[in-house]
């Protein structure tokens, strides 16, 4: 009984995060040069350039900017650049919207250890801060573009485990989720396995050949347990 409310608050969890991130794609991409207009002006609020660690070290350059208008909406906004004879071509831009409060405070590492470093992008936040909900961009060394994850404002908190080779989301809703993700063809993350902490419970869960989340084992969770406790445990 109790595994099963365990699983039902982390589906709940989960639930939210869908629908937040269907709400902050919902306009999807606009012109990066057309924000400017007679009627609405907007206000650069964050700003980040690098050219030495994205994508390909040294090859390629990223202009990140937080945009707010007079009206009070806000989103984020690329510019990707190749060197090519010594000069930066520009070769891709996006923009989409985000939340009012965060910042970008973007993660950039490599996600799918193909040898280039991606991006992931703050976009939101819930739980008062605790779930970090960031846009994952991975690098296309084919297009050499960036691609958008489709579904990876769905996981919060979102980083590479280099030792278990695949990506982690932490949740935290009324206990803590750990999620162990995978890239796949289709650019979307796919769960294969799960730990669900609640009331002093621990629940592992498999990804089994059906398709199905599978519970490997339960098991209690000894003495009042931080997020950081939490946290490292299921790493």
Sequence with gaps: M???KIQIFAIIGMC???LYSKMITSKGNVRFNNLQSDTVKYEI??????STTIAV???YKIILKQIR???GSVVYA???FEKRNEAWLHIQEYKNIKDEITRLDPRIEDFNEDGCNDIAITTA???RGINKI???????KNQKQFLRIKNSENYPNLHYNSELHCIDAWLVYGGYSTVFLKLTAADTLKEFARVDTHEGLRTSYELDKSGKMKALKTEKVAGDHSLKDILTTSQ
């Design 16 to 18: 939210y995060f869908m």
């Design 2 to 4: 109790r595994k099963g």
């Design 69 to 71: 208008s007079t009206g």
């Design 78 to 80: 690329f510019q990707l």
């Design 45 to 50: 609020e964050d700003e980040i350039v690098d």
């Design 125 to 127: 936040y819930a739980a």
């Design 57 to 59: 070290k040294g090859m």
């Design 134 to 140: 960031r846009t994952l961009f991975v690098f296309d």
